[in-house]
T-cell receptor, first 112, second 114 residues
Framework: ETGVTQSPTHLIKTRGQQVTLRCSSQSGHNTVSWYQQALGQGPQFIFQ???????GRGNFPPRFSGLQFPNYSSELNVNALELDDSALYLC???????????FGPGTRLTVL | AQSVTQPDIHITVSEGASLELRCNYSYGATPYLFWYVQSPGQGLQLLLK??????LVQGIKGFEAEFKRSQSSFNLRKPSVHWSDAAEYFCAVGGYSSASKIIFGSGTRLSIRP
């Protein structure tokens, strides 16, 4: 059974650019959640996708957007990057059976 | 409001000594409680979880946690720490539904004194 995978591992962008992060969910999982973890802090919920629809959103601006595909993989897009967007972005997948979320290794985004 | 409080930012424990990391939560419904560990530059690894049943739950790596509803606490314990336990520990709360988001505490950094 393959776990949650994320790509790329690391990414460096400049302020104002756009970025796309990718997540492949664990087999059998149809829900994907995205979290932002700034340095020295706990992860913060960005949004969740369930069966290709956004299913809840945290306190993040609209320039954070996402997609979920029929195979339940997901993308996180961030437009007009700001320095404060520098963080570890974590993806987690879960099934309808229960609320346990399985996390991927994360993508480290640095905005210069 | 839903929240998780980890009052200790940084704890240093001697190798072989016992450990207790504190966690208090606020959650409107029946909580699903978690402890995660994160090594530097790594993702999150689930140590243990609690939803119902026995309030003392066993996890991986010799960790355990006790749920105390009256105190809204879910403290993590280990009888004897090893140098490899040095990491960041996060307490988290969510709902049982897969549609629930997980709310994390700010973390406790554990250092091990040789």
């Amino acid at each position: 059974e393959t776990g949650v995978t994320q790509s790329p591992t690391h990414l460096i962008k400049t302020r104002g650019q756009q970025v796309t992060l990718r997540c492949s969910s664990q087999s059998g999982h149809n829900t994907v959640s995205w979290y932002q973890q700034a340095l020295g802090q706990g992860p913060q919920f960005i949004f969740q996708y369930y069966r290709e629809e956004e299913n809840g959103r945290g306190n993040f601006p609209p320039r954070f957007s996402g997609l979920q595909f029929p195979n339940y993989s997901s993308e996180l897009n961030v437009n007009a990057l700001e320095l404060d967007d520098s963080a570890l972005y974590l993806c987690a997948s879960s099934s309808e059976a229960n609320g346990e979320q399985f996390f991927g290794p994360g993508t480290r985004l640095t905005v210069l | 409001a839903q929240s998780v409080t980890q009052p200790d930012i940084h704890i240093t424990v001697s190798e072989g000594a016992s450990l207790e990391l504190r966690c208090n939560y606020s959650y409107g419904a029946t909580p699903y409680l978690f402890w995660y560990v994160q090594s530097p530059g790594q993702g999150l690894q689930l140590l243990l979880k609690y939803f119902s049943g026995d309030t003392l739950v066993q996890g991986i790596k010799g960790f355990e946690a006790e749920f105390k509803r009256s105190q809204s606490s879910f403290n993590l314990r280990k009888p004897s720490v090893h140098w490899s336990d040095a990491a960041e520990y996060f307490c988290a709360v969510g709902g049982y539904s897969s549609a629930s988001k997980i709310i994390f505490g700010s973390g406790t950094r554990l250092s091990i004194r040789p």
